[in-house]
T-cell receptor
Framework: DVKVTQSSRYLVKRTGEKVFLECVQDMDHENMFWYRQDPGLGLRLIYFSYDVKMKEKGDIPEGYSVSREKKERFSLILESASTNQTSMYLC?????????????FGDGTRLSIL | AQSVTQPDIHITVSEGASLELRCNYSYGATPYLFWYVQSPGQGLQLLLKYFSGDTLVQGIKGFEAEFKRSQSSFNLRKPSVHWSDAAEYFCAVGVAGGGNKLTFGTGTQLKVEL
């Protein structure tokens, strides 16, 4: 079974802090994704990566950056956290290819910015 | 660009009753379609997927979904709901050449009355 592990289930940070959310997958997947989930809005894609050091903006990249130095690890960075970034963050991975492969999700990180 | 609509935000059914969750998509060609389930505080788990071929797809936990091209729909069904099925359900669409990116609906929250 694919396992996607997010480093923290709950995180509390202060406004203006630089915040790192870490995600590791163990299936040698090419693609990795970061979403935020808010009530009534579903999942919105922040960034995704299709290879090491490769990244592409999703639908809501403002205020975020990402890093993928190794294939198994994909980090989401909040450069200067703000209260409107309080949310549930979900990481996912999938095999490469032209499409049609399902994504596998971690358990999420519930981030609160005070 | 593709889109997904889940018209029902909340649905309540009695245990043992049948269930149908609606999903409509917008895309010019045949999409890849997925249903995921999210239990409280957890990540998303894949229930089933449609790529091509037989339009009735069987998934885990006794769920099935039917792809209807004429209606642009991919509704999720279960003949007899169990209390443990209470969760949030997400429909998602992917497209060929999309690099396994998915577009998610806003979700349907299922409540099961005992």
């Amino acid at each position: 079974d694919v396992k996607v592990t997010q480093s923290s289930r709950y995180l509390v940070k202060r406004t203006g802090e630089k915040v790192f959310l870490e995600c590791v997958q163990d299936m040698d997947h090419e693609n990795m994704f970061w979403y935020r989930q808010d009530p009534g809005l579903g999942l919105r894609l922040i960034y995704f990566s299709y290879d090491v050091k490769m990244k592409e903006k999703g639908d809501i990249p403002e205020g975020y950056s990402v890093s993928r130095e190794k294939k198994e690890r994909f980090s989401l960075i909040l450069e200067s956290a703000s209260t409107n970034q309080t949310s549930m963050y979900l990481c996912a991975s999938s095999p490469g290819g032209r499409g049609g492969q399902p994504q596998h999700f971690g358990d999420g990180t519930r981030l609160s910015i005070l | 660009a593709q889109s997904v609509t889940q018209p029902d935000i909340h649905i309540t059914v009695s245990e043992g009753a049948s269930l149908e969750l609606r999903c409509n998509y917008s895309y010019g060609a045949t999409p890849y379609l997925f249903w995921y389930v999210q239990s409280p505080g957890q990540g998303l788990q894949l229930l089933l997927k449609y790529f091509s071929g037989d339009t009735l797809v069987q998934g885990i936990k006794g769920f099935e979904a039917e792809f209807k091209r004429s209606q642009s729909s991919f509704n999720l069904r279960k003949p007899s709901v169990h209390w443990s099925d209470a969760a949030e359900y997400f429909c998602a669409v992917g497209v060929a050449g999309g690099g396994n990116k998915l577009t998610f609906g806003t979700g349907t929250q299922l409540k099961v009355e005992l």
